[in-house]
């Protein structure tokens, strides 16, 4: 018989023992987290073992297939710690401890067009891919496998260069992992796009939209058409109220803005390409056309001056699509883009479409009444089955914003759903790459706390509503959901004159949003992302680029604030 006295004693033994329990269980579970690879985005499939590769000046970088790629991963890793790495074909090295890039086109069925498979054992890192696209992102992983450190511009001394023993199997949710950036607005040099397109391609983004063309500059050098650029990508002054000295883009007679040749351009397509990202050129029409109208007035219709900023704020500025001379020139241009970007999309634009100018211009009301047009949404449908036509006879595919939808589709036009139209778009079979407002615009503010933040140009995306963003309209039916590509971050620059403000507005958003388009919906944790974040936060810090700091908060904890009153010139410093 056991006494009550007895009995008590073992109940708070075993209570004891259950605590104890609980405590190891927590502070193992703590120890693996800190353990934990802290990956961003989130691999598909991940098992952690014991043991480390380390990584010094004998090991070597071999290859069979992907020697761009196992080169690339070699000057990055030369970059922090300082090795050169020998870099030969498989067998021509043999060594005590490799990286492989293996490149094995059978498993194309199971890893699809960018998968891949990461082996880290304590002797080898190995990646295996069926296309280079693969490997490229498997060398990604392997980078953040490393030390924050590995990503210093410079030799870093006294860091122990370990990766742990780990078993990865990854691949892609979507193809299309994009960014955006308007470089109309505000002008950013060759050298600051590849800079982002570099910290696009560690995010496994592939997609990199070039908004080169709008009413505040065309950017585009066109040989057929030097007006383009030597008037229409210079304007009196950075504009938008913003301060002189919030951007450094300045031509040597003290105008704004600033161009790429043609020899930039193929320069950041194979700056781009080496790094798996695709880049899709958008030539804004109808509408948001002032800089070209500046340039070639002819082809317009019911435009007013060429001002910056944009006088009451309206885009007056739209082609003519009365006078057939305006489709010689949009083939003209279509066709020196064409040339100059391999990829499959041309992006057209489409948006917000003022059609006061047509409604009240004689010619466009008769070429209405000849083609039986009701009205001005069924001539801009109009307009844009023209230039399909010319998109398509060059090879490519036409991309438009949602608008592109209104007055009829463009027979085999993707659509790029910022106010909806995406859902549509999908379910009669068009292709679409979701980029909506409410999850999508990075040019948003960050937190409620607006008086805290550089000015921007209205909105609130915190970083917790980019990671809870669902790409697939809900009410879409299964057999539709391959017609959704993907989704992308916009970056729209009237208030944003230079680069330290744009990474500040990009990042950690984009790096939420590379976790959504690459990774498994059911893996998404926002409490996991913020551990993985506070790693990456000393990625970028390494790699020199600004960001919000978590330590800011979360943005949806604050109270709302407003900016005070002169809020324009409130942007991040240039210097
Ligand atoms: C857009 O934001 N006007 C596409």
Known sequence: MVSAAAKYDLVIHMKLKANIGLLVFLLAVAAFAANEPTIIPQPQKMVVKDGVFELTPKTKITYAGGE??????????????????????????????????????????????????????????????????????????????????????????????????????????????????????????????????????????????????????????????????????????????????????????????????????????????????????????????????????????????????????VNRGIYSPANEQTFQFLDDVLTEVAQLFPGKYIHIGGDEVPKAPWKNDAACQSLMKREGLKNEEELQSWFI??????????GKTLLGWSEILQGGLAQNATVMDWIGGGYEAASRGHDVVMSPKTHCYLDFYQSRNRAAEPHAIGGFLPLQTVNAFEPIPAKLAPEFHQHILGAQGNIWTEYIANMKHLEYMAFPRLAALAEVTWSPKETRNYDDFLRRLKTHEQRLDQLGVNYRKFTLGDGTDATPVKPEAKPKTKSISSQ
């Not at 950013?188 to 696009?200: N, R, S």
């Open 385 to 394: 089955c023209r230039v399909e036509k010319m998109v398509n006879a060059k």
């Open 68 to 313: 761009a790629e196992a080169k690339l991963l070699a000057e990055k890793l030369c970059e922090s710690t300082g090795f050169k790495l020998p870099v030969a074909p498989i067998s021509s090295l043999p060594g005590q401890c490799e990286i492989l890039l293996l490149l094995k086109p059978d498993k194309l069925e199971t890893l699809g067009n960018e998968g891949y498979e990461l082996s880290v054992t304590q002797k080898f890192a190995t990646i295996t891919a069926p296309t280079t696209a693969g490997l490229f992102y498997g060398a990604q992983t392997l980078l953040q496998l490393l030390p924050p450190e590995i990503f210093a511009t410079n030799k870093v001394s006294g860091v122990k260069w370990e990766i742990p023993c780990v078993e990865i199997t990854d691949s892609p949710r979507f193809p299309w992992r994009g960014l955006m950036l308007d470089v109309s607005r505000h002008f950013f040099t060759k050298q600051e796009v590849e800079k982002l397109l570099a910290v696009m391609a560690l995010h496994k983004l592939n997609v990199f939209h070039w908004h080169l063309v709008d009413d505040g500059g065309w950017r585009i050098e066109i040989k057929k058409y030097p007006k383009l650029t030597s008037v229409g990508a210079w304007r009196d002054g950075v504009g938008f109220g913003l301060d002189t000295n919030s951007t450094t883009a300045y031509g040597p007679d003290g105008r704004y803005g600033g161009f790429y040749t043609q020899d930039d351009i193929r320069e950041v397509v194979a700056y781009a390409a080496a790094r798996h990202i695709t880049i899709v050129p958008e030539i804004e029409m109808p509408g948001h056309a002032l800089a070209a109208l500046a340039a070639y007035p002819e082809f317009g219709t019911g435009f007013g001056p060429f001002c910056v900023p944009l006088k009451g704020g």
